[in-house]
């Protein structure tokens, strides 16, 4: 029968009768067979978890964990789902799956290791230290993310400073204002009309149609968006420093590896800059 099967080029509706077929006689190489031949390497998964075809598992992640990453996760998600219950996994298989995932993971560094770690969390009494070596590779890699975002927000405070010199300047001299055309209608600037200091000019009117009334120092409209871009950035900057900072004293003082990790995740503090 499996000579019958490999042989013959099978439409997909004739490849989901013959694993109808397969199924009804319990004919479990077969249908190993059909999902392998169908292209769906997580149902081939599926199938060979509930078919205690632990070393099979293990051969499909391996042979196409490069390109599709994810199914070593799924591989965890099945063997997780058939813990309950009778017949689940024997213990050592289980940890020998395991232990080929997170040796994978170390190994090609494709899995998300949080996303592995949500994994892992399926298992029971999986401890922490399992991933520890991938998570401080990660970490590492935000915090290098985060100390360019520290240079980053020192070039800004540099830039800020000399503004505000700038600033100083400008407001103890004499500042000749020669731009005649107002920045939002492009008409001819004439009196009632508002001049800032960055070069732009205003009617009024025009000035008032933009700016909430009650403001009591309004910005240049065409400079506020750029203004508003560095403020916001700093304040990111600044969150997202403190953050890490909670995250790893958190993680070294808890009992509870997984649960510090879940909660930073939920945050999106570890998501990476700017997203
Ligand atoms: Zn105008
Ligand atoms: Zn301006």
Redesign the pocket.
Known sequence: AIALLQRAPLGSEELRRARLVCAAHGFDAGLGLLYAAQEQPSALLRHQAETRQYDALIATCTARGATQPHLWLDALRHVASLDDGEGGVPPAARQRIIAEVVAAAEREGLLPPLALVEALSAHEGTPLSLVVPLLRASLARDEALVSEAHAEAARFATDAARFEAEATALANTPRVFQRSI?S????P?EPPSVHFLCGHS??A??LADGTAAQDAEPECPTCAPQRRRVREHAAMVASRAVAHDDFYRQLDEAADGFGVVADFFSKGVLSPLGR
């Open positions: 107002c939002k209608c492009s008409a600037v205003f009617h009117n025009c």
